[in-house]
């Protein structure tokens, strides 16, 4: 029987975006959600950086974080209170975001012309790094770090040498591992990192210019780091990469058309989706790992399904311009929801909710952490906001 295509060939109108942030003058580079979906991080390629309040869509910290490009945006803290951003200036920063600090912080977008100081979070930590490609850093928690204090992170980034990747802890600012470039094989520059840290192991996994990806175990005390997977599954340079721990896998994209799903134990070939679509900048798993999404050069989202021969959802189309990166927020249960809307006026009974008690702001937050939000940055400077499955 041949397969229904009934879905392919409807003629409802195509999806748009339940709402446009505008606020950058440059190329969106980088979107992160945080804080039970209630902020969205995104930085511009004039170094700009700016915090929204997802639910009013309104900025309520602007500053610029770096005198170049921002290669990428993340998160850390137990309430997520500290920003990290990695810029082309060779610098990475950790800013402290508390709740209560943004009142003081300046709102002004970089599209609004002013003459007034804009007053920029407090800058906590700042690492000399190496950033002669566009390869954002990767970050994990420390899982036996000292929970009376701060929580130790790992941050990785390129090294000095083409290939060559470097581990820092925070906040001690040590250094905690070098992995050398890929022996006898000429793979050109890191392109993309992962972390991904277990009560046993860490694992890094790493994209290079040649189309190469591979991943590392941590080795023994003493012992050199050496890859356990080597594959060869892009033409050109990885531009992503991104985990799905629950599947035992990761996938990579790349400037040519190819999508790769490769086992995390190596045990079976990676498998291909050749698409018709160069340049899929941005690949992000969504945190229930039933879908993935790509950033198109041609300005175009695609949400594809994890598992099988990893079949194409959906296609976003808004952007006239290219898409250089995406975001999913969290897929949270009620009781995370609840915990995310800060002063919840609601009384908690498990994971049932009292709405009747809280106040409209209360709500919006509420209905903002269940969203399943996706965030798309472009090269026109705005960030599309969409609801999607």
Known sequence: MAPDTSLQTSTLPPAQPKYVLRGHTAQVHAVRFLRCNSRLLTGDADGW???WDVPIKRPVAVWRAHAQTILGVGVWGEVEEKVITHGRD??????????????GLSKVLPIEETTAERRAPWLIHSLNVNALNFCSFAKCR????????????????PGINDGAITITSLPSQSRFAAIPPLKDINTGMLMALRLHQTSTSLTVLAGYESGHVAFFRQPSSGQPWKPSYVAKTHAQPVLSLDLAPGLGAFFSSSADAIIARH??????????????????????VRSDEKVFATAGWDGRVRVYGTKGGMTEL??????????????FADILDEVEQVEGIEGSAGERDGAQVTTKAMTV??????????THWLAAGSKDGKVSLWDIY
């Open 49 to 51: 950086v700016i915090l």
């Open 90 to 103: 060779n610098k990475l920063h950790v800013w402290q975001i508390r709740p209560e600090d943004e009142v």
């Open 142 to 157: 420390i899982p036996d770090s000292d929970h009376s204090g701060e929580r130790s992170i790992l941050i990785a980034v």
């Open 263 to 284: 086992s995390l134990d190596a045990s079976t070939e990676p498998v291909l989706l050749r698409t018709k679509h160069a340049g899929q900048q941005s690949l992000v």
């Open 314 to 327: 959906a296609v976003l189309k808004w952007h006239k311009e290219g898409c250089y990166a995406v975001a």
């Open 361 to 370: 702001s209360q709500r919006r937050e509420a209905d903002s952490a269940k």
